[in-house]
């Protein structure tokens, strides 16, 4: 799984509050990402980043913001949760050596 | 802008059937195509990398191959467990990849 945890991995809350998913790696790689998987859209980029403190948009960052301040964390939050937001979302690091993304097991969002 | 579409959408296979995904993609540079399985509720499993037109890789009762527009994943013989979401992926310059949206492949003993 290229050490990949994410917390927490099931949520319920309710519309209009914050909410933040944690994403840690063990292996120090410099690439992170944030997808959000729905049926019929498949895998889609929210967020990713490059470096401590470096980040950037993807086609689905309406909503979202991210922050990492370590090489280890990306976090994702939603600043004000909505329904549309109800979704899987996954954690990803991209090992340049290899040239392959790796996957972390997923949170599931529920927005009531 | 880069695309990739996967067909068929689902698949039902019996035990035994061998069959062939497809994955069909614009990208400015191909720099990598990928598939991974996908299991209910768990991440995506890199399975495969290709570079290169008329390359081919092969896993256990899985080969994938690759054209200039295609890449196909051949299932052969398949088995009950080969029973999951296969996505396609694509990078042109290394570190951002787009993903199709799967197939979806039941095999049913």
């Known amino acids: 799984d290229a050490g990949i945890t994410q917390s927490p991995r099931h949520k319920v809350t309710e519309t209009g509050t914050p909410v933040t998913l944690r994403c840690h790696q063990t292996e120090n790689h410099r690439y992170m990402y944030w997808y959000r998987q729905d049926p019929g859209h498949g895998l889609r980029l929210i967020h990713y980043?490059?470096?401590?403190?470096?980040?950037d948009k993807g086609e689905v960052s309406d909503g979202y913001s991210v922050s990492r301040s370590k090489t280890e964390d990306f976090l994702l939050t939603l600043e004000s949760a909505t329904s549309s937001q109800t979704s899987v979302y996954f954690c990803?690091?991209?090992?340049?050596?290899?040239?392959?993304?790796?996957f972390g097991a997923g949170t599931r969002l529920s927005v009531l | 802008e880069d695309q990739v579409t996967q067909s068929p959408e689902a698949l039902r296979l019996q035990e035994g059937e061998s069959s062939s995904l497809n994955c069909s993609y614009t990208v400015s540079g191909l720099r990598g195509l990928f598939w991974y399985r996908q299991d209910p509720g768990k991440g995506p499993e890199f399975l495969f990398t290709l570079y290169s037109a008329g390359e081919e890789k092969e896993k256990e009762r899985l080969k994938a191959t690759l054209t200039k527009k295609e890449s196909f994943l051949h299932i052969t013989a398949p088995k009950p467990e080969d029973s999951a979401t296969y996505l396609c992926a694509v990078t042109n310059y290394g570190q951002n990849f787009v993903f199709g949206p799967g197939t979806r492949l039941s095999v049913l003993p």
């Open positions: 980043s490059y470096g401590v403190k470096d980040t």
């Open positions: 990803a690091i991209y090992d340049r050596d290899k040239n392959i993304q790796y």
